[in-house]
């Protein structure tokens, strides 16, 4: 699956943004979803995750209550909604999809597949 994040931008604290990520392949229902940043001269962390049917969702602590992730099957596209944003959120926004579609995991090494990342930047 090849995977396309869009929708990063310059926001001011407090302010909210909505990350995209568009899908190809016939088989993205069958992955969980994830949300990971990185922000400059530190390491890849996670934020948020959601199974296969959008059942479940798990999110970092750092983004909780703040964060919402979701998904449309039939669209074949997972968003990442971020509100009340803080300068410490500013980091390259990556998703990544992984092959075990019912279980949800926070480290970056357990997906099979990654977009480009799209680059979130919020102001104070």
């Known amino acids: 699956v090849q995977l396309q994040a869009s929708g990063g931008g310059l926001v001011q604290a407090g302010g909210s943004l909505r990350l995209s990520c568009a899908a190809s392949?016939?088989?993205?229902?069958?992955?969980?979803m994830a949300w990971f940043r990185q922000a400059p001269g530190k390491e890849r962390v996670f934020v948020a995750a959601i199974t296969w049917n959008g059942g479940s969702t798990y999110y970092a602590d750092s983004v909780k209550g703040r964060f919402t992730i979701s998904r449309d099957n039939a669209k074949n596209t997972v968003s990442l909604q971020m509100n009340s944003l803080k300068p410490e959120d500013t980091a390259v926004y990556y998703c990544?999809?992984?092959?075990?579609?019912?279980?949800?995991?926070?480290?970056?090494?357990?997906?099979?597949?990654w977009g480009q990342g799209t680059l979130v930047t919020v102001s104070s």
């Open positions: 392949g016939r088989t993205f229902s069958n992955y969980a």
């Open positions: 990544a999809a992984s092959t075990n579609g019912r279980v949800l995991l926070s480290s970056w090494f357990r997906y099979d597949y």
